[in-house]
């Protein structure tokens, strides 16, 4: 079984770790005979406030929430294996520190190594020096190099998080195919400039140590694509400016040149040179900067197979400048089927028969199931209680526990497709979702025609292509073709059947 360790540093790494949860949802990643992969994952973030850091572990929750709750009862839906190695943050390798000057005690320095205390002067300017790191490195590399150069691996790695992902390391090389190690970060920021390549190199030298030399280090790294809309404010301190961000891009790609194959096996550049717009922010809560389709393209890194070419930086690039389409993404045939069926999934059950099953808790069974004989496949006419043939009550509490975790990660899904297909840049268009389509809504959603625009739109006649069809088609259905019952087989079912 093919086994992937991701992780995200800083606020972009974060996001891209939300794209390849739900890439991994969609069962995008497998093993070279098609079965599901292992993902783990990790995101390393000194703002732990950073409303990135919670949105991907919001998608991570859910999903393995989604999956604990489906259990063995689906063949299909929900498979995919998550590993959540939580947070952490290269802070806390400082003894509680949150200034440069902390980290560096200068005092200290002064007495102990004078010359180095001169050289930190000239290095950093005051206000650097003394810059609150509590909302992460403010879009400064050279302070988050300064921190990360303090990080041992080894030391690291006798508790915690990394323990625990270093030890599964270990573990999956010595289990059939090699494991893939992949790291998300942007190059134009703080974090993820310093932080990327200093942990690739780290894993490096740490699996040479352990003799694990064919596990291969990757990473996407991302280019600038989003700007600023508004300024700080005087009080505001040292912050990320957009400004600086080709600067920035032009010192880590100048250094991936000449000292890149020390950190990773392999790179994916990607970018977009018509940005985004978002908001300023110094970080913490108020960063909620929406997903975006680069996030996507990086995250789909993971899925390049190791032995399709020998290149070691591979860029993406599309075909029309002011719009992109299924055919710009990889691979886009297997990504366009899969992301068109995890959207179809989400509108029919969130919008449809979730709704279906709050209405059925609320009237007699006889009542729901004559406008919806459907139900009966999966559960006992009896109602809640019964549990003969195979078929769970529908009201069940256990039932309802199922549901809810289905309606919650469905909810985060079509959130991030919906951000993703509209957070565009001015004058860009995408060909990919219908984007008012893919929200969680209060009226009853039948028809699906409209969701999935291109070439991954399902070929199906629009007068057939509505939940009410997929329902008359599930009361068709041979009992062998319905192998699992209750609220998880229903999804199972709606999975096969939505595409």
């Known amino acids: 079984m093919k086994t992937i360790f991701a992780i995200g540093v800083g606020g972009t790494g974060a996001k891209c770790i939300e794209a390849l949860v739900h890439l991994h949802g969609c069962g995008l990643l497998t093993d070279q005979e098609g079965n599901p992969a292992r993902l783990g994952v990790f995101l390393v973030e000194p703002d732990q406030q950073s409303a990135l850091l919670v949105r991907a572990q919001t998608a991570i929750n859910r999903y393995g929430a989604m999956r604990r709750a489906v259990g063995r009862n689906s063949d299909r839906f929900a498979r995919a294996e998550l590993r959540d190695y939580g947070q952490w943050s290269p802070l806390t390798t400082s003894s509680g520190a949150l200034s440069l000057d902390q980290v560096f005690p200068k005092a200290v320095l002064r007495t102990q190594a004078p010359g180095v205390a001169a050289l930190f002067d000239c290095l950093f300017p005051p206000e650097e020096q003394s810059a609150d790191l509590e909302v992460g490195f403010r879009g400064r590399p050279p302070i988050g190099s300064a921190v990360m150069s303090r990080i041992s691996l080894d030391k690291e790695a006798q508790v915690g998080q990394w323990q625990q992902m270093l030890s599964d390391i270990q573990t999956a090389a010595g289990s059939g195919e090699a494991p893939v190690i992949h790291l998300f970060g942007s190059v134009f920021g703080g974090t993820?400039?310093?932080?990327?390549?200093?942990?690739?190199?780290?894993?490096?030298?740490?699996?040479?140590?352990?003799?694990?030399?064919?596990?291969?280090?990757?990473?996407?790294?991302?280019?600038?694509?989003?700007?600023?809309?508004?300024?700080?404010?005087?009080?505001?301190?040292?912050?990320?400016?957009?400004?600086?961000?080709?600067?920035?891009?032009?010192?880590?790609?100048?250094?991936?040149?000449?000292?890149?194959?020390a950190c990773f096996d392999r790179v994916y550049l990607v970018g977009s040179d018509i940005k985004a717009r978002y908001g300023f922010s110094i970080g913490g809560t108020s960063q909620s900067n929406a997903a975006h389709v680069v996030e996507l393209l990086a995250a789909l890194g993971v899925c390049h197979p190791a032995s399709s070419s020998n290149g070691y930086a591979h860029v993406l690039s599309r075909t029309e400048q002011q719009s992109m389409s299924w055919e710009d993404l990889p691979d886009n045939e297997i990504?366009?089927?899969?992301?068109?069926?995890?959207?179809?999934?989400?509108?029919?059950?969130?919008?449809?028969?979730?709704?279906?099953?709050?209405?059925?808790?609320?009237?007699?069974?006889?009542?729901?199931?004559?406008?919806?004989?459907?139900?009966?496949?999966?559960?006992?006419?009896?109602g809640a209680g019964a549990s003969r043939g195979g078929r769970p009550g529908i009201r069940d509490k256990e039932q309802l526990t199922v549901q809810n975790a289905i309606d919650q990660y469905c909810?985060?899904?079509?959130?991030?497709?919906?951000?993703i297909s509209s957070n565009l840049g001015s004058g860009f268009r995408q060909e990919l979702f219908t984007a008012d389509l893919l929200k969680p809504s209060d009226r009853y959603q039948n028809n699906l025609n409209r969701i999935v625009r291109g070439k991954a739109r399902p070929r199906i006649a629009e007068s057939s292509d509505s939940v009410e069809f997929i329902k008359v088609r599930m009361d068709r259905l041979s009992s062998d073709a319905i192998p699992h019952r209750g609220m998880a087989g229903l999804a199972d079912c709606l999975w096969t059947l939505v595409v």
């Open 192 to 261: 993820g400039a310093s932080g990327v390549p200093t942990l690739g190199q780290l894993l490096k030298n740490w699996l040479r140590q352990q003799g694990l030399t064919s596990i291969q280090v990757q990473a996407s790294l991302l280019l600038p694509y989003f700007d600023f809309e508004g300024m700080a404010d005087d009080d505001t301190g040292v912050h990320a400016e957009s400004r600086n961000f080709q600067l920035n891009t032009d010192a880590a790609l100048q250094y991936l040149r000449t000292s890149g194959r």
């Open 335 to 382: 990504v366009g089927e899969a992301l068109a069926r995890g959207a179809r999934f989400a509108v029919a059950w969130r919008n449809n028969i979730s709704r279906e099953i709050n209405a059925a808790q609320k009237v007699p069974m006889r009542t729901f199931l004559s406008g919806a004989p459907w139900a009966q496949r999966f559960f006992h006419p009896a």
């Open 411 to 419: 909810d985060t899904l079509l959130q991030w497709l919906n951000q």
